[in-house]
């Protein structure tokens, strides 16, 4: 069974920044489309930003464009999430998932993911 642990939430101040790290155990996901999510409060999951399990291709939510960077490590089996000019808009529980398939593409549907993280806070206040 994989799983998945996110780290790095926290409290940050408008315009901060902070990095995400999905740490990956179990078996190996190095090949598999991981995919960054988050929720707010009363809102709908959505997708935030995803890698192709060959790394070949990413993807980001056009909120988060020019701000959010994802960047894999096969070596530490961790994907990583790099947040600048965090905004207020950006305050929401972030997760990560793995999608069950190697060299899976990129999608930005929960549904297209097989194992989750538990999350992590992210609040952005000043």
């Known amino acids: 069974q994989l799983q998945l642990v996110e780290y790095g939430g926290g409290l940050v101040q408008p315009g901060g920044s902070l990095r995400l790290s999905c740490a990956a155990s179990g078996f190996s996901s190095d090949f598999y489309a991981i995919g960054w999510f988050r929720q707010a409060p009363g809102k709908e999951r959505e997708g935030v930003s995803c890698?192709?399990?060959?790394?070949?291709?990413?993807n980001y939510a056009d909120s988060v464009k020019g701000r959010f960077t994802i960047s894999r490590d096969n070596a530490k089996h961790t994907v990583y999430l790099q947040m600048n000019s965090l905004k207020t808009a950006d305050t929401a529980v972030y997760y990560c998932a793995a999608r069950n398939l190697v060299f899976s593409r990129c999608v930005f549907e929960p549904e297209g993911y097989d194992y989750w993280g538990q999350g992590t806070q992210v609040t952005v206040s000043s």
């Open positions: 890698i192709s399990g060959s790394s070949s291709s990413t």
